[in-house]
């Protein structure tokens, strides 16, 4: 390995000279007690940034060694070293102009999250970082390169990586807290329950565009949540903690209330809570079943192969929906396709919104059955199947409703949000239904299984593939990935919280078009890529054909089964192979 003094002579040997000199430096470099690796380097200034490693042995950073034993404490001690660097680094960057070149370690956000910017072996903990390397225009700078390589980046990492007392206690709540909060979301099956909702959280954000606590001191207050009596839970956690909250059933609940009045609110803490948060955030103590996922209306959107018959059947055009297929579905057609997607794909609970919701695929009044025959209506609204659901799949719902009070006939719950603070009022909401229009609460039906598991979809091996031009998957910030020339949109998915989530998934998807052959489901193919990065981490979906693409893997998050699943069922390249009697590519139509 090259030392400090070759850095040097290198980055002086091509001052002044054209961006591609850059390209010597490639390779490891011993600096001091830090080992500097450059992965990659920029091909000119305007491409995105250089790869750079810094790599410190494991006992000078002073991390103790029980909070490294288990995988759990690993990805919260790496989180918080992350954020500790993150900081470090937008210090030392508001010091300098752009053009004196730059660092970065990607956006750490409230949630704390399995990534791949910081990792600890047994020998070693190890940086990722992205650097922009110093120029005029197209010319290297290599003085200010050697200072920025040579020293800035080195004093940082061990800055960063290297812990002091007050650093320790710090850090090791940070662990306690990430254990006990993956302890209690482990918990919840056993207690019955969706999720959990911590007395005294903090569920409103700052503004819409801010997923930061309400500040205190302002106005208005932010409102401390506290249970009511009826739905109150204790439960003891590993570390001798105990926290109370509200338990939210498994089954059907449905959260009413005014408007502004903090339904939705609820669900969207709820939602997040699929990802424990940080201390101070409010929401530490909001966990939620790990495979929830959110569903809402998606007008446009692709679908491929999906049995959405549960939901829309016997459509006047004749077309099967059995194994439906659009390029660009209606509200109601979305709706139905996420939700079966979501199931298919492992979800135990499903968060619903009415706001975001397509009224015809949630309800069909009384009003509307008596006017429009049911053998003239190919839609079955969700309310006529949300206890199926739970029946026949095991799957709960938690629904925000304010306008209409259709699920009180359905419900197990129904809690009332009123200045964001809960209320028990199941027992008035059933006395309502069985009030309205002279009809008692709707009981499960002893009916045959109307939601039977979906056929296999067997991915076309061919449609994952990169590009003409070798190109796979690209990340278009949170919200998009580009596949060859299709743009895969996934802002309604509610869990996805970080651009290096989606840099994740675009590299799964890359890794999906490997394995795909032709013969495999693609719910094995994502379970088998969920159990891959669990035995051998994220660095995996950085390798191609089981060899390593480079040292370094960018800058992921992981994400969930779920959210896999939703990136390839949007994308509207996607093919199935042909089944017997079916249809080998997507149809179109529009049932609405």
Not at 43 to 71: F, M, N
Request: hydrophobic share 35%; aromatic share 4%.
């Amino acid at each position: 390995m090259r030392d400090l003094d070759d850095l040097e002579q290198i980055l002086r040997s091509i001052d002044g000279r054209g961006y591609g000199g850059f390209r010597r430096l490639s390779g490891g470099y011993r600096i001091g007690r830090c080992e500097l690796f450059i992965d990659h380097v920029q091909a000119d200034p305007y491409a995105p940034p250089s790869l750079v490693r810094v790599s410190l042995p494991a006992g000078r950073t002073g991390v103790p060694a029980d909070l490294v034993e288990d995988r759990r404490g690993r990805v919260a001690v790496c989180d918080f070293l992350t954020r500790r660097l993150s900081r470090l680094i937008r210090d030392a960057g508001s010091r300098h102009d752009r053009r004196d070149g730059f660092v970065e370690i990607g956006r750490v956000g409230q949630e704390v999250l399995e990534r791949t910017t910081v990792v600890i072996t047994d020998d070693s903990v190890e940086a990722r970082l992205a650097v922009g390397l110093p120029a005029d225009g197209r010319r290297v700078r290599g003085r200010r390169a050697f200072t920025l390589l040579g020293e800035e980046i080195p004093e940082l990492a061990s800055a960063g990586l290297s812990l002091v007392d007050t650093d320790l206690d710090r850090l090791r709540e940070h662990v306690t807290l990430y254990r006990d909060q993956l302890s209690l979301r482990d918990r919840l099956p056993g207690l019955g329950l969706v999720a959990l909702v911590g007395d005294g959280s903090i569920l409103p954000r700052r503004s819409g565009d801010s997923d930061l606590p309400m500040a205190g001191g302002g106005v208005p207050r932010p409102v401390e949540f506290c249970s009511p009596a009826s739905l109150r839970v204790t439960v003891d956690l590993p570390s001798g903690r105990t926290v109370t909250g509200m338990g939210v059933p498994e089954g059907v609940t449905v959260i009413v209330g005014g408007g502004y009045h903090g339904k939705s609110t609820l669900l969207r803490a709820i939602e997040r809570g699929v990802h424990p948060h940080i201390a101070g955030d409010g929401r530490e103590w909001v966990l939620t079943c790990a495979d929830a996922v959110s569903v809402r209306a998606e007008d446009g959107r692709a679908v491929t192969g999906v049995d959405i018959s549960p939901f829309i059947a016997d459509l006047p055009s004749g077309v099967d929906t059995r194994r439906f297929s659009t390029t660009s579905a209606s509200g109601s057609t979305s709706q139905a396709a996420g939700l079966v997607e979501a199931v298919d794909a492992g979800a135990s609970a499903l968060l619903i919104d009415e706001d975001t919701s397509a009224t015809n695929f949630m309800i069909r009044d009384e009003r509307m059955r008596r006017l429009i025959p049911a053998d003239q209506e190919p839609i079955t609204p969700f309310v006529d199947r949300v206890r199926p659901l739970k029946r026949e799949r095991g799957v709960s719902t938690v629904l925000v409703a304010g306008g209409s009070g259709a699920f009180f006939d359905v419900a197990d719950h129904v809690i009332a949000m009123e200045a964001y603070r809960p209320r028990d009022v199941t027992a008035q909401a059933l006395e309502i239904a069985g009030r309205t229009d002279g009809m008692a609460p709707v009981a499960d039906s002893d009916d045959g299984p109307v939601l039977v598991p979906s056929s296999p979809r067997v991915p076309d091996p061919r449609c994952l593939r990169p590009d003409r031009r070798g190109r796979g998957a690209r990340t278009r910030g949170r919200d998009r990935i580009q596949l060859g020339d299709q743009e895969i949109d996934l802002s309604a998915v509610g869990e996805l919280v970080d651009s290096a989530q989606t840099t994740a998934l675009a590299r799964a998807l890359d890794r999906l078009g490997e394995r795909l052959d032709g013969t495999v489901d693609l719910a094995e193919a994502v379970s088998e890529l969920d159990a891959l990065i669990e035995t051998e981490g994220l660095d995996v979906l950085a390798s191609s054909n089981g060899r390593p693409r480079g040292n370094h893997p960018g800058v992921m998050a992981r994400p969930r089964i779920a959210e896999i699943h939703a990136a390839v069922n949007r994308y509207r390249g996607l093919r199935l192979v042909r089944p017997a009697g079916g249809e080998a590519h997507p149809g179109a139509g529009r049932p609405e």
